[in-house]
């Protein structure tokens, strides 16, 4: 593969695909505002999607704040479920 430009706003790789520059990989859910109609579509390429670990990082020995210890319990209690009922609802919208 041959990398001809780079981009870091997800917004600026949507564009450059929708004006012709070429094809890009970006994750489901920066596609996912794109996924109505628009001039974006997905390729079936093998190997795909990519499984990511998510990482949840603060200073050591830091005490979190309650609302940031909230978020942490929700991330570790529900986010897999979240994220799976997304790759789920994904999927079908693919399969039309």
Not at 83 to 91: A, H, I, P, Q, W
Request: glycine share 10%; proline share 3%.
């Amino acid at each position: 593969m041959k990398v001809a430009m780079e981009m870091s706003s997800n917004e600026a790789i949507k564009q450059g695909i929708v004006g012709g520059l070429g094809i890009s990989v970006l994750s489901r859910h920066a596609l996912s505002l794109a996924r109505s109609g628009g001039p974006l579509t997905c390729l079936n390429v093998e190997g795909f999607p990519i499984q990511r670990r998510w990482y949840v990082v603060y200073p050591k020995g830091k005490q979190l704040s309650v609302a940031a210890q909230m978020f942490l319990e929700f991330l570790l209690n529900e986010g897999r479920e979240i994220v799976e009922m997304s790759l789920d609802r994904d999927l079908a919208v693919e399969r039309g």
